[in-house]
């Protein structure tokens, strides 16, 4: 499958816009992926048409973003974490994840609960629009993080580098209309549709493949 920007597809969802009540409400999945997800994605094919960024992979982009104009950061990325995020949803979510990857978050921070505590704080501290994230790092451990805007751990410009395996929206974009200004209230509630399978699916792939080639 070809991953350069050029031929990547807006994605579909995989689940309608109210399968995610009560926790993410229809109107505020319609206007994120139909209005504000399609923008950062056709922001990024105008901000790489008739570039040789267009025959890159949005990968490879990211991980020299320091390198590239500011409209293919704030798009690249903004597409790449939308589409990570609809994947990593799902309206029979929830519960805690098992296998390797329940293993890899004991050794990493402990136990879930402690996993859960330090994502939570990630998400409630972002000051202004940003992501929490969990992502494998290079020696293969798990670590949280939090980036501004719509930066992500795969950029060369953010501090903590990894493979991204789930990632949470906290740009008011992805929860005023239903929880005004309680963020942490949408973050609590996050837990009841995050699709373990889908994690334990990018977690083993960024273990097989030294490239790691999602798009
Ligand atoms: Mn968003």
Not at 47 to 60: F, I, K, P, R, V
Not at 115 to 129: D, L
Not at 197 to 214: G, I
């Amino acid at each position: 499958m070809s991953c350069i920007i050029k031929t990547l597809e807006f994605p579909t969802l995989a689940y309608s816009f109210n399968a995610l009540e009560p926790h993410i409400d229809a109107m505020t999945m319609e206007i994120h992926y139909s209005r504000h997800h399609k923008a950062y994605f056709d922001n990024l094919q105008n901000a790489t048409a008739g570039t040789e960024m267009e025959n890159l992979s949005l990968m490879a982009v990211q991980k020299n973003i320091s390198k590239y104009p500011v409209a293919v950061r704030n798009n690249g990325g903004g597409h790449y974490n939308h589409k990570l995020f609809w994947s990593i949803l799902s309206p029979n979510g929830g519960g805690q994840p098992s296998g390797d990857l329940a293993e890899a978050i004991d050794q990493s921070f402990g136990s879930f609960e402690k996993f859960q505590e330090t994502f939570n704080n990630a998400a409630k501290t972002r000051f202004g629009s940003g992501w929490a994230w969990l992502s494998v790092a290079e020696d293969k451990s798990l670590v949280v993080s939090s980036t501004p805007n719509q930066d992500n751990p795969l950029m060369d410009v953010t501090d903590v580098n990894g493979y991204p395996i789930l990632g949470l929206d906290v740009w008011e974009h992805a929860y005023y209309l239903k929880y005004q200004n309680k963020r942490p209230d949408y973050v609590n509630a996050f837990w009841n549709v995050i699709n373990w399978d889908e994690v334990s699916k990018r977690y083993e792939k960024s273990l097989a493949t030294a490239e790691q080639t999602s798009c």
